[in-house]
């Protein structure tokens, strides 16, 4: 049986006349009339009763008329559903990010954009530091991640970096800097314990800083290393030394940590960056990303987007 069948059957029972039906459909009544009878024959069943004015249902035909009408209707539904995702505009999307990523405005701001402009595109979340999150996106676990500065740049991975900020100093509340009147200067934190990432989670901002420090003539003395940058304003709040972060995170513990700009690291900056794998920017993915790139674009403190490939 034909859905191509129950369509035809459908239109004869709905206009109760083969010629009228044929005539609705486009088509020439025999073989309408045809497709009719062997619709019957398939099924066994006599469905219409033929008389002079036109035809009628059986109870048979009763029967099957709900049910055409019931499997026709998600037959377009399906289809509907198929063109969807063939437009990028349905389907799952697996969607990862850094703490420090997700402390930023715009990530939870895009997300809920995305769900907005796109709710048949299922978002999945997850959260794991640079190193897992690249991992996962190389092996297909997710489709997408947003991170700050890539730890490995993997061939088959397109990193593309949407926004950048600037760093601050993130000091313990009541620290003798905390009150600094102007921008703090590397050399004034010589001394100072400093809580910095370790290299697997996301060293490229803090190879920066101390490359910038020894440029400024010392080493910080690193007595910490914490897989998460929001472990490391934990123990900034608890008094256990300091850190540098992306100036969006600056929300964090507000009553226990002071942030202040740094004057002399202009050098340094925090980008956000969103990976995925080189190829696949078609379905939901290729509208996740074009999506992403216009709110990019569209944020008036946003600078220019700079792709690299690996």
Not at 119 to 135: M, N, R, V, W, Y
Request: aromatic share 4%; with cysteine; net charge positive.
């Amino acid at each position: 049986m034909e859905l191509r069948q129950l369509r035809y059957f459908v239109a004869v029972a709905e206009a109760g006349h083969i010629t009228q039906a044929a005539a609705r459909l486009g088509m020439q009544q025999p073989p309408l009339s045809q497709q009719i009878r062997a619709l019957e024959m398939r099924l066994g069943l006599v469905l219409f009763e033929r008389h002079p004015k036109g035809v009628t249902l059986t109870g048979s035909g009763e029967v099957l008329l709900a049910e055409s009408r019931r499997l026709l209707a998600e037959a377009d539904a399906m289809a509907r559903r198929m063109q969807a995702l063939s437009a990028g505009h349905a389907g799952v999307l697996s969607v990862g990010f850094t703490s420090s990523a997700a402390a930023h405005a715009f990530t939870p701001q895009v997300l809920r954009k995305s769900r907005e402009t796109y709710p048949s595109i299922a978002l999945q979340i997850s959260e794991d530091h640079a190193a897992g999150l690249t991992e996962a996106v190389l092996e297909g676990r997710l489709h997408c991640g947003f991170l700050r500065m890539p730890v490995a740049r993997p061939p088959g991975l397109v990193f593309e970096t949407l926004l950048r900020e600037p760093v601050l100093a993130a000091l313990p509340a009541g620290h003798p800097l905390a009150d600094a009147p102007r921008g703090l200067r590397l050399k004034a934190l010589r001394g100072e314990r400093f809580i910095l990432v370790r290299r697997s989670g996301a060293p490229g901002l803090y190879a920066e800083l101390l490359a910038l420090c020894e440029k400024r003539g010392f080493l910080p003395d690193v007595t910490h290393e914490v897989p998460r940058m929001m472990t490391a304003l934990n123990l900034v709040a608890a008094g256990e030394g300091v850190t540098v972060v992306p100036a969006s995170m600056r929300g964090a513990h507000p009553q226990a940590i002071a942030y202040r700009p740094l004057a002399d690291g202009a050098s340094l900056d925090a980008p956000l960056t969103l990976v995925w794998r080189r190829g696949e920017e078609q379905g939901a993915l290729g509208s996740f990303i074009a999506l992403v790139r216009d709110a990019a674009a569209g944020r008036p403190a946003a600078r220019t987007r700079r792709a690299a490939r690996a």
